[in-house]
């Protein structure tokens, strides 16, 4: 674990830090980033692994044999991230096909933004003040074969329960997931401020926040034009807005025969 005056890291290097990382989500999320100016962060149960939060939620042994539970296990907050530029598995899963009543195939809905983990961390570090660095915490997932999950659920919280050992526990996840390169943002609500809620929203400028804005590639060039427009229009935002070439052929392609 290191340490900045706002946040922890996990299973990071101090370079890593202002290394970009990239989050798709539907059109109208952002929209609404934009106009609440808020960043919003689930319990982990709430994430589709049922593995996610599974060490916390369970029934623990003390050393005498005790059967005990984690209280704190509703106390987390979690937002994932991935530090993948270019991946067709990200957009195919995080901006699903849509269909309308009658079986029409809609235009892909997700778009992706782009920051950097220390930008991220420090918009939910920076507000707690001298609480940083114990309420706001970034960490990249480590993917484990299901022996090594096991094991890490057995002795992850064995030596000591503490505010890393609690992030490591949200930091691990099965290896069929390894694809997703993944990197969390985490906040603890220690003082259980929270407790009746299963998001946590927090305050942000989503301008200097989001370094830019990128289009789901499966967009037609008139589709993304209009997604564009509409982008600018509902969020002001100044910075890059464009559509992702990620299906596109480079015009210098020569095929030799």
Same mark, same amino acid.
């Given at each position: 674990? %290191?340490?900045? /005056?706002?946040f922890s890291f996990?299973?990071?290097?101090?370079?890593?830090? *202002?290394?970009?990382?990239? @989050?798709?989500?539907?059109?109208? @999320?952002?929209?609404?980033?934009?106009?609440?100016?808020?960043?919003? !962060?689930?319990?982990?149960?709430?994430?589709?692994?049922?593995? /996610?939060? +599974?060490? !916390?939620?369970?029934?623990?042994?003390?050393?005498?044999?005790?059967?005990?539970?984690?209280? +704190?296990?509703?106390?987390?907050?979690?937002?994932?991230?991935?530090?993948?530029?270019?991946?067709?598995?990200?957009?195919?899963?995080?901006?699903?096909?849509?269909?309308?009543?009658?079986?029409?195939?809609l235009p892909p809905?997700?778009?992706?933004?782009?920051?950097?983990?220390?930008?991220?961390?420090?918009?939910?570090?920076?507000?707690?003040?001298?609480?940083?660095?114990?309420?706001?915490?970034?960490?990249?997932?480590?993917?484990?074969?299901?022996?090594?999950?096991? *094991? +890490?659920?057995?002795?992850? !919280?064995?030596?000591?329960?503490?505010?890393?050992?609690?992030?490591?526990?949200?930091? %691990?996840?099965?290896?069929? +997931?390894?694809?997703?390169?993944? &990197?969390?943002?985490?906040?603890?609500?220690?003082?259980?401020? #929270?407790?009746?809620? *299963? &998001?946590?929203?927090?305050?942000?400028?989503? #301008?200097?926040?989001? *370094?830019?804005?990128?289009?789901?590639?499966?967009?037609?060039?008139?589709?993304?034009?209009?997604?564009?427009?509409?982008?600018?229009?509902?969020?002001?935002?100044?910075?890059?807005?464009?559509?992702?070439? !990620?299906?596109?052929?480079s015009d210098d392609?020569?095929?030799?025969?």
């Amino acid at each position: 674990m %290191a340490q900045t /005056e706002s946040f922890s890291f996990y299973n990071l290097e101090n370079d890593d830090l *202002d290394k970009p990382i990239y @989050r798709i989500f539907p059109k109208e @999320r952002l929209i609404q980033m934009f106009d609440e100016q808020k960043n919003v !962060l689930v319990r982990p149960g709430k994430w589709e692994d049922p593995f /996610e939060n +599974f060490i !916390l939620k369970s029934t623990a042994m003390d050393s005498e044999g005790n059967k005990v539970t984690f209280s +704190f296990h509703d106390e987390y907050y979690g937002q994932c991230w991935t530090t993948l530029k270019a991946s067709d598995a990200m957009w195919r899963i995080y901006s699903p096909d849509r269909f309308d009543v009658d079986g029409k195939k809609l235009p892909p809905n997700g778009l992706r933004i782009k920051t950097t983990m220390r930008k991220l961390a420090d918009s939910l570090g920076q507000p707690c003040g001298k609480f940083g660095p114990v309420q706001s915490s970034i960490g990249k997932v480590r993917y484990l074969k299901d022996a090594e999950l096991k *094991d +890490f659920a057995k002795n992850g !919280l064995r030596s000591a329960i503490t505010g890393e050992s609690i992030a490591q526990t949200l930091l %691990a996840k099965r290896k069929a +997931f390894s694809h997703e390169r993944e &990197i969390r943002l985490i906040y603890s609500d220690i003082n259980n401020s #929270h407790s009746d809620s *299963d &998001i946590y929203k927090y305050k942000i400028d989503p #301008h200097d926040l989001i *370094d830019q804005i990128m289009l789901d590639p499966r967009l037609t060039p008139e589709e993304a034009k209009a997604v564009k427009a509409e982008v600018r229009s509902k969020t002001k935002f100044k910075g890059t807005v464009k559509r992702s070439f !990620l299906y596109t052929l480079s015009d210098d392609l020569v095929v030799n025969v």
